[in-house]
């Protein structure tokens, strides 16, 4: 997203911008609690987890580079997040406290089309991770979600746990072992010890639903016209 904002905007948000390492399993917005700062991942993941009262828990968006942590709430000083987000893969961010993010949107031209765009996909990107989880199978799912990891962290080696990725794929932590197993026999992922190695990314996408495709392209092409519309 930083690097779609024309140069004089991108600067006036650099100057408020400081480094965070969030490591797995950190909270960083709580339920139901203010979101005073928002945070836009340069490396690594953050989820986006909601808990039911039986102690269980489902993944429902996740964010890396492409995204920001704390919308749509931390443009509302009273609006309340309905689930926690929490580092997944470690990942080192850039910091903006909420109350000048807010000024930047109504002093800016170009950010507020830009957050109001990705939040229309956000939207519609958890609908589709809803009817995902519900027509594809977990194997699917699963190449699908290491493909999206691997995108949003920038590399094809991270550390997952099943605990984690059950939570991704809204399953029993059987379910995701024998997923992997079957994606590690056909020789398109390494799993060892909580690190994934995504082995043949091409075969992998074919194994994949075609939501990650259309998840891919729809980032794509919303940040590549402001983009080019920042060099105009």
């Given at each position: 997203?930083?690097?779609a904002l024309p140069r ?119 609908g589709q991770h809803a ?88 980032f794509e092409d919303l ?10």
């Open positions: 997203m930083l690097d004089a905007e991108l600067d006036a948000l650099t100057a408020h911008l400081r480094p965070v390492s969030i490591p797995p399993k950190k909270l960083v917005i709580e339920l139901g609690e203010p979101v005073q700062i928002l945070y836009f991942p340069v490396s690594g993941m953050v989820s986006h987890v909601s808990s039911m009262e039986d102690g269980s828990s489902v993944e429902t968006a996740t964010f890396g580079n492409e995204g920001v942590v704390g919308l749509p709430e931390g443009l509302n000083p009273n609006a309340r997040p309905s689930a926690r987000s929490i580092g997944q893969v470690h990942a080192e961010s850039l910091a903006l406290d909420a109350d000048i993010f807010r000024k930047l949107m109504v002093q800016s031209d170009t950010l507020p089309s830009l957050v109001y765009g990705y939040l229309s996909l956000l939207f519609n990107l958890v009817s995902c989880n519900r027509l594809h199978s977990a194997t699917q799912r699963l190449a699908r979600w290491l493909l999206m990891t691997g995108d949003q962290v920038g590399r094809d080696q991270f550390d997952l746990t099943h605990e984690f990725m059950g939570q991704m794929l809204g399953a029993r932590r059987a379910t995701v072992t024998e997923s992997a197993q079957e994606l590690q026999a056909l020789g398109l992922i390494g799993y060892s010890r909580g690190r994934i190695s995504i082995l043949d990314r091409p075969r992998l996408t074919e194994a994949a639903c075609e939501c990650y495709g259309l998840v891919r392209e729809c940040y590549t016209t402001y983009r080019q519309a920042s060099r105009l």
